[in-house]
C-alpha cells in the first residue's frame, strides 16, 4: 500500500496537484505496478550495469565553439504568456 | 574553548567561450536581454544538448593547472529541480564522472605553504538571471547556458586567511591560464563555503553552508564571524544548526536563508541525449602541454630572475594584463626594476585616470623601456618623463619624437649652464645674502629660476651642483 | 499541386478526429523524392510557425520557433506539409484515446481505437488521406497503430533518423518512425528522413542506403526466428493462424523458419521495464512544461504556484498518475530497486535478442492478440502474459534500439492485424527485404479502409 501523504509528495515534487480520485486511483493502480515490481525482483541483475542508452558506442563528436545559431529577442519571447522590457515576466497575482 | 575549523570550498566559474555549453548560441556579457538565446537556451520542446569543444578544452586547462586526473571519457547527467531560472527542469552537471578528480593546489598563508586538495572539476551549465521587482519576476536567459566549471576542495581549510589565499589563488591561475574572467563582483566566479567546527579529536560537527561570496574579502569575513558565531553556539552547550546562509555586507554577519532539513532529492541519472565522448589521449595531452606559465612558476621568475619584491610580484599575478605588459617591455630592456615601477605607480595611474583598459591602450612596450633608458642617461629628467613624455608615449606616440619635439634634451653643457646660473644670481642679491647668511633653501629658490629659463630643460644634478659652487664664488669675494 | 489540394480536402472531412491541425499547403518548389507528396505530421513535430500541441493541453497556444531536422529533410525533397496529427498526450499511451482532443478512431472501424501513440498518423494514412505520415515511437507508437489500421510502420534503428525538434518523450527509448501503405515507399521514406545529424549527438554517422533500389523479396536462406513466447502467450486463434499461413508462405519461397524461445520470466518484465524508464525518463523531460517560456500560463500568487497550476490544469489525469510514478521510480531511496533495476534488465533482453539475431536475420510475431480493441473495450488483466508478452513485446526494438516494422498480416472482422519483424542494428536494407517478402505472401498492399 501506497500512501496518499507520499503519493501527493511524488506529484508536488514535479510541481503539480493530483485530485482526491486520483490520489485514490494511482493507490489502486500501485497495486499492479507492485506485482510487476515483484516481476523485475525474480531477475538476477547482479554484476549487470544499468543500460542508460540503447548503444554504448562513444562518439568522438564534440561541437565546435561557433555560433551557428541565435534567435532574436522577438522570437524568443514570441510564446511567453507574459513579457516586458524584453524579459520573460512571472506575473504573481495578489488575491 | 578552542575548536577545530573544517572549511571546504565549492566554486563555480564561467569559462571563456564563444557559444553555450549546450548549444551554439553566444555566450553574452550585458547584452539586451534574451537576444543571446536559441530554442535550445529557452528549452523548448525536443531540443537536444550538443557538447562545447571549447569548453571542455578549458575544463581540461583547469584539471592539468590544479593538477587532477583527467577523465577521458565524458559523460554527463542530469540533476532534476524546479527553479524558473533553470528553463529544463534539470540542469545537465557530471555528477557521477566528473572531468578531474584528486588534484591539489599549494597556497601560501603568512610565509608557510599548505598544500589544499582539490575533490573534483566537473563541467556544468549556468542557469538565466532573474530580477525581482514588485509583484514580478523579470527572467533574462542571456546566462543560461553558459559553461561553468565547479571547483570541489577537500575540507582542508581551517581559518579565513587560508580561505581567502585559497580562493585567490585560484583564481590567479584560471586567469592566467586564460579559461575565465573570473570575476568576483561580476559573477563570473562565484564562492560557497562549507564550514564547521567540531572539539579536537571528536567527529566533524554540523556543517553549515555559506553561498554566493563575492569577493575575497568576504570569503575571509565571512568565515571569521561564522567561527565566533559557531563557537558561541558550541560554547552554551548548543547545537549549531544545518542551514544555508549568506554574507550581509553592511552588518558584517551571516544570515540564514533556509535550514536544510533531509536535503534535496536530484533524482539524479546519466542524460539520454548525451552518450559517452571518448577524448583523444593526443588530445588531451597537447591541451596539457600547452598549458601558460602558472602564477607559482612565474612568482619564482619573477624573484629569481628579475629581483622583483613581494608586492610587485602580487600586482602581477592579479593582473594579467600588466603582467603580460611587463613581459613585453623586458623583451626590449633588463632594467626589470624600474619598468616595473614605472608599470605600477604611473602607466597604472594615467590608465585609471583616463579609464583606458591595458588591452586596448596604445602604448608600445619599446617606447616605455626608451624613456627610462634616457632618464638614466639624463638626456631629459624623471620629471619631463612623468609629466609629459608618457602621456605622449600613452596614445601611441614614440619617445623620441616626443623628446624632439617638445625640446625636452636636458642640457648639460657647463659652459651653458653657468650663463644662466650667473645671470640668475645677478638678478637675485637677496638669495645670496641669504645663503650666506646659511638658508639653503635660498639654493632651491634659485634653483627654480634656473628652470624657469632654461624651460625645464637644465640636467638638475648638474645645474644644483654649478650653483652651490658659484654661489661660494660670490660670498667669497 | 492537385494531388496535395485534393489531400488537403480530405484531411478537411477526416472522420477519424485525427486531424489537430489543418496546414493550408504551400507549393514547394524543391525536387526531390517527396515531389509533390502530401505529408501528414504527428502533432509532436516542431513546425515553425505552426501550433505544435503533443495533444496535450499545455501546449495549446505553443508555435514553434523552429523546424524539427525532419521537417526540413521532407521539405528539402519535396514534400508538403498538410496537416498535424492526433495522439496520445505527449505521446505517453498506446490507445490514442489520451488526446486533449479526443480519441481518434480506427477509420475500419469507428468503434474501434487507432492505436496509440501515433494513432492520428496512422488513421490519416489508412483512410487515404496521403500516402506517408511521420509519427514516433517510444514503445511500439508506430508499430501498434499501423497493425490496427492495416498499414506499415516502420522504427528504424536508434540514431538512424534525428530526434532533433520531436517533442521528447523517453529520449533512450524515442525513435522517429513513419507509416506508409506499402514497403517500396517505406524504403523510399527512410531515405529522406535517415542521416547524421549534428543537433542530435545520438545521430548516427553510418551512411545512408538506398534502401528503395536495393529492395528485394528473395528470402531463399533467409534465418527467421519465430518469437515462441509471444506465440505462447496468444489466444486468438485467427491470428495464430494468420501467422502460421504467413510462415508457410515464407518457407515457400525458401526462407529457414525456426521458433526460438527466451527465458519467460525475463520477457515477463519486458512491460514493467519499459513502464519504469519511460516514466522516469519523461518526468525529467519534460520539466521544462512549466507554462512560463511557453504554453499556457495559469494564474498564482508566486512563481511556484504558477508552474503548479499550470501543471495541474495543462497535464490529463493519465499524465500526472504516470509522472507520479516516474517520480517515484527516481526518488533516490527507490532508485536502485525500481529505475536502475530495470535499467539493468534493459541490458539483459537486449543482450538475449543480440545473440539471437547474431544467428539470424530477423525475429518475427503477430504485432498484437486481437484487431484494434472496441473504444469501450473491456480491461485486459495487466498481469497476464498476453499482456506483459503478447501485447508489448515491440518494445524490444525500443530497448535494443534495432529496427522493427509491422506489415499487414490479415483481417477479423474486417479489421486489419499486422505482423512485426524486428532485424540487427543498421540492417534496415534487411527488414524491407523481408518486409517485401511478407507483402508479397499476404498480397496486402495499399490497403485503404472504405471510408463512407
Ligand atoms: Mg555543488
Ligand atoms: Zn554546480
Redesign the interface.
Known amino acids: 500500500m501506497i500512501e496518499k501523504e507520499y503519493i501527493k509528495e511524488l506529484a508536488h515534487e514535479l510541481m503539480f496537484d493530483l485530485s482526491e480520485e486520483e490520489v485514490v486511483e494511482i493507490q489502486k493502480e500501485y497495486e499492479t505496478f507492485s506485482k510487476q515490481l515483484e516481476l523485475l525482483e525474480k531477475i538476477d541483475t547482479k554484476d549487470v550495469k544499468p543500460m542508460p542508452y540503447p548503444f554504448e558506442n562513444e562518439t568522438n563528436y564534440l561541437r565546435e565553439d561557433v555560433v551557428t545559431h541565435v534567435i532574436t529577442q522577438e522570437d524568443a519571447l514570441r510564446n511567453a504568456s507574459y513579457s516586458k522590457e524584453g524579459h520573460f515576466v512571472v506575473h504573481k497575482v495578489v488575491k | 574553548m578552542n575548536y577545530e575549523v573544517v572549511i571546504g570550498i565549492e566554486i563555480h566559474c564561467e569559462l571563456k ?3 553555450k555549453m549546450f ?4 555566450t553574452s556579457f550585458n547584452e ?8 535550445i537556451d ?15 578544452r578549458k575544463g581540461i586547462m583547469a584539471c592539468a593547472a590544479f593538477n587532477l586526473e583527467i577523465d577521458t ?1 565524458l559523460k554527463f547527467d ?1 540533476k ?1 529541480y ?1 527553479y ?1 531560472d533553470l ?4 540542469q545537465i552537471t557530471q555528477q557521477f564522472h566528473p572531468l578531474g578528480k584528486n588534484g591539489y593546489v599549494d597556497i601560501e598563508v603568512d610565509g608557510n605553504t599548505k598544500r589544499i586538495g582539490i575533490n573534483r572539476i566537473h563541467l556544468e551549465e549556468d542557469t538565466a538571471k532573474q ?1 525581482h521587482i514588485d ?7 542571456n546566462r543560461a547556458g553558459t559553461p561553468l566549471i565547479e571547483i570541489v576542495s577537500d575540507p582542508d581549510m581551517s581559518s579565513g586567511s587560508e580561505a581567502s589565499a585559497y580562493v585567490e589563488t585560484l583564481r590567479q591561475t584560471l586567469l592566467y591560464i586564460g579559461v575565465s574572467d573570473v570575476k568576483m563582483e561580476e559573477g563570473s566566479m562565484r564562492c560557497d563555503v562549507n564550514i564547521s567546527l567540531n572539539k579536537p579529536n571528536e567527529p566533524y560537527g554540523t556543517k553549515v553552508e555559506i553561498k554566493n561570496l563575492n569577493s575575497i574579502s568576504n570569503v575571509a569575513r565571512a568565515i571569521d564571524y561564522e567561527i565566533k558565531r559557531q563557537s558561541e553556539i558550541l560554547d552554551k552547550g548548543e547545537k549549531v544548526i544545518s542551514s544555508t546562509r549568506r554574507f550581509d555586507e553592511s552588518s558584517r554577519t551571516t544570515i540564514e536563508m533556509r535550514r536544510k532539513e533531509g536535503g534535496v ?1 536530484y ?1 539524479f ?10 577524448l ?1 589521449d593526443d588530445w588531451v595531452k597537447e591541451i596539457v602541454n600547452s598549458l601558460p606559465e602558472l602564477p607559482s612558476e612565474r612568482k619564482k621568475r619573477y624573484k629569481n630572475d628579475y629581483g622583483l619584491n613581494d608586492n610587485e610580484i602580487n600586482v602581477y599575478l592579479g593582473n594579467r594584463d600588466l603582467a603580460e605588459l611587463f613581459e613585453e617591455c623586458m623583451k626590449y630592456g633588463d632594467k626589470a626594476r624600474s619598468i616595473s615601477n614605472w608599470l605600477i605607480t604611473d602607466v597604472l595611474a594615467w590608465l585609471s585616470k583616463n579609464n583606458v583598459e591595458i588591452k586596448n591602450s596604445e602604448l608600445k612596450p619599446k617606447e616605455l623601456v626608451r624613456m627610462i633608458e634616457l632618464i638614466e642617461e639624463k638626456v631629459i629628467s624623471s620629471t619631463q618623463g612623468k609629466d609629459i613624455v608618457l602621456d605622449g608615449i600613452m596614445k601611441g606616440e614614440l619617445t623620441e619624437d616626443i623628446i624632439n619635439e617638445k625640446g625636452l634634451k636636458q642640457v648639460s653643457d657647463e659652459g651653458m649652464l653657468l650663463e644662466v646660473i650667473n645671470k640668475v644670481l645677478d638678478e637675485q642679491p637677496q638669495s645670496i645674502v641669504d645663503y650666506a647668511n646659511g638658508k639653503d633653501r635660498a639654493v632651491k629658490f634659485l634653483m627654480g629660476q634656473v628652470m624657469k629659463k632654461t624651460r625645464g630643460q637644465a640636467n638638475p644634478s648638474l645645474a644644483n651642483k654649478l650653483i652651490v659652487e658659484e654661489l661660494a664664488k660670490r660670498i667669497n669675494k | 499541386m492537385e494531388k496535395i489540394y485534393k489531400a488537403f480536402e480530405k484531411a478537411k472531412n477526416d472522420k477519424c478526429n485525427a486531424i489537430v491541425t489543418l496546414v493550408e499547403p504551400k507549393e514547394n518548389l524543391n525536387k526531390g523524392k517527396l515531389s509533390g507528396e502530401p505529408i501528414i505530421l504527428k502533432d509532436n513535430i516542431s513546425t515553425k510557425g505552426i501550433r505544435t500541441t503533443a495533444s496535450s493541453k499545455i501546449l495549446d497556444n505553443y508555435y514553434p520557433i523552429f523546424d524539427a531536422t525532419v521537417v526540413e529533410k521532407i521539405k528539402a525533397e519535396g514534400g508538403v506539409i498538410i496537416g498535424k496529427a492526433s495522439m496520445d498526450e505527449l505521446a505517453m499511451g498506446g490507445t490514442n484515446l489520451a488526446a486533449y482532443t479526443g480519441p481518434v478512431l480506427n477509420p475500419w472501424d469507428y468503434k474501434r481505437m487507432s492505436g496509440g501513440s501515433s494513432g492520428g498518423s496512422a488513421a490519416a494514412v489508412a483512410s487515404g488521406i496521403v500516402s506517408f505520415a511521420i509519427g514516433s515511437d517510444t514503445g511500439d507508437s508506430v508499430r501498434k497503430p499501423a497493425s490496427f489500421c492495416g498499414i506499415v510502420g516502420v522504427k528504424p534503428t536508434y540514431g538512424r533518423i534525428s530526434r532533433y525538434g520531436v517533442v521528447a518523450y523517453a529520449s533512450s527509448l524515442d525513435h522517429v518512425g513513419y507509416f506508409t501503405r506499402n514497403v517500396k515507399d517505406a524504403s523510399l521514406m527512410l531515405e529522406v528522413l535517415a542521416g547524421r545529424d549534428d543537433k542530435d549527438m545520438t545521430s548516427s554517422f553510418k551512411e545512408v542506403k538506398e534502401y528503395s533500389k536495393l529492395l528485394n523479396s528473395d528470402v531463399k536462406g533467409k534465418k527467421i526466428a519465430v518469437f515462441k513466447n509471444v506465440i505462447d502467450s496468444l489466444d486468438n486463434e485467427n491470428t495464430l493462424n494468420l501467422f502460421n499461413d504467413l510462415l508457410n508462405k515464407l518457407k515457400e519461397k525458401g526462407a529457414i523458419i525456426e521458433e526460438v524461445s527466451f527465458d519467460n520470466d525475463l520477457m515477463r518484465t519486458l512491460f514493467p521495464v519499459y513502464f519504469i524508464i519511460a516514466n522516469c525518463e519523461a518526468t525529467s523531460n519534460h520539466s521544462n512544461l512549466d507554462g512560463l517560456r511557453f504554453g499556457v500560463s495559469e494564474d498564482g500568487d508566486d512563481t511556484r504556484e504558477v508552474v503548479i497550476n499550470s501543471r495541474t490544469k495543462g497535464f490529463g489525469s493519465l499524465i500526472r498518475k504516470r509522472f507520479v510514478i516516474g517520480s517515484f521510480g527516481l526518488h533516490e531511496e527507490n532508485q536502485e530497486k525500481v529505475f536502475k533495476k530495470a535499467q539493468r534488465i534493459r541490458r539483459l533482453i537486449v543482450e538475449e535478442v543480440k545473440k539471437c539475431l547474431e544467428e539470424y536475420d530477423c525475429l518475427i510475431a503477430p504485432a498484437s492478440n486481437d484487431i484494434a480493441p472496441l473504444l469501450e473495450g473491456n480491461k485486459i488483466d495487466e498481469l497476464s502474459d498476453k499482456y506483459l508478452i503478447a501485447e508489448n513485446h515491440m518494445v524490444i526494438g525500443n530497448f535494443t534500439g534495432y529496427p522493427s516494422m509491422t506489415v499487414p498480416m490479415g483481417f477479423e472482422k474486417g479489421c486489419p492485424i499486422g505482423v512485426n519483424i524486428t532485424c540487427k542494428a543498421f540492417d534496415e536494407e534487411n527488414m524491407f527485404n523481408i518486409g517485401l517478402a511478407i507483402e508479397e505472401s499476404t498480397g496486402l498492399k495499399d490497403l485503404v479502409a472504405k471510408v463512407d
Not at chain 2, 23 to 26: E, H, K, M, R
Not at chain 2, 43 to 55: H, I, R, S, Y
Not at chain 2, 269 to 278: A, S, Y
Open positions: 567561450t564563444k557559444t548549444s551554439g548560441s553566444p539586451p536581454a534574451n537576444t543571446c538565446v536559441n530554442e529557452l528549452a523548448f520542446p525536443g531540443t537536444l544538448p550538443t557538447v562545447n569543444k571549447e569548453a571542455v571519457l542530469r532534476n524546479y524558473s528553463p529544463k527542469g534539470f530580477f509583484d514580478e519576476t523579470l527572467i533574462d536567459f532529492d533524482k541519472f546519466p542524460d539520454p541525449n548525451i552518450v559517452p565522448i571518448r583523444s
